[in-house]
């Protein structure tokens, strides 16, 4: 089945610096991976999406790249804003009917004043 | 719509008791996840319904725990007995695609 790995678990940035978050998955026909974002005592909630018929996608201050070939993908922020402060997790799934999403352990962002 | 519906927020139970968890999808929704979270492992799948037939239970760490969805729009999650180390924060999600939608958690305590 697949697994998604996700670092660094725990990330401390300068207000304003830049922010980057790496996930690798096992399952090559995986072509679907979402970003969630969860505030403390929050739900998780999606932020960014990116489909394996693109290698990147952007939002505003945030993007994501995604490289097939190596089996990984990433979440970039820039700018970063206190706001930014949560747990991200990166997802990954085939998008086949009944197929699961498969969740990263999370990456706990501080933004620093 | 009100969004996924969770309850209760929050339980603290004595080591041995039973725990229900209640959630209510968005309606139309067909599919309905309970995932836990813990600081250790993140978040786990735990069970997923499409359609109130269950499609994967690999995740259930056991059989103390079950999975019910005998509507549409009614599912719960049982503990019995319960343990100090299933103290963790369950959401009950649902989709109708990809995107998944998280209720706001039931945080549960075991003592």
């Known amino acids: 089945g697949e697994n998604v790995e996700q670092h660094p678990s725990t990330l401390s940035v300068q207000e304003g610096d830049s922010a980057v978050i790496k996930c690798t998955y096992s399952?090559?026909?995986?072509?679907?991976f979402p970003w969630y974002k969860q505030e403390l005592g929050k739900r998780p909630q999606l932020i960014i999406d990116?489909?394996?018929?693109?290698g990147e996608k952007k939002d505003q201050r945030i993007a994501v790249t995604l490289n097939k070939t190596a089996k990984h993908f990433s979440l970039h922020i820039t700018e970063t804003q206190p706001e930014d402060s949560a747990v991200y997790f990166c997802?990954?799934?085939?998008?086949?009917?009944?197929?699961?999403?498969?969740f990263g352990k999370g990456t706990r962002l501080h933004i620093l004043p | 719509d009100a969004g996924v519906i969770q309850s209760p927020r929050h339980e603290v139970t004595e080591m041995g008791q039973e725990v229900t968890l209640r959630c209510k999808p968005i309606s139309g929704h067909d599919y309905l996840f309970w995932y836990r979270q813990t600081m250790m492992r993140g978040l786990e799948l735990l069970i997923y319904?499409?359609?109130?037939?269950?499609?994967?239970d690999s995740g259930m760490p056991e059989d103390r725990f079950s999975a019910k969805m005998p509507n549409a729009s009614f599912s719960t999650l049982k503990i019995q007995p319960s343990e100090p180390r299933d103290s963790a924060v369950y959401f009950c999600a649902s989709s109708r695609g990809l995107l998944i939608y998280f209720g706001e958690g039931s945080w549960l305590t075991v003592v």
């Open positions: 319904f499409n359609n109130n037939v269950p499609i994967d």
């Open positions: 990116i489909r394996s018929n693109v």
């Open positions: 997802a990954a799934s085939t998008m086949n009917r009944d197929d699961k999403i498969i």
């Open positions: 399952d090559s026909a995986s072509n679907y």
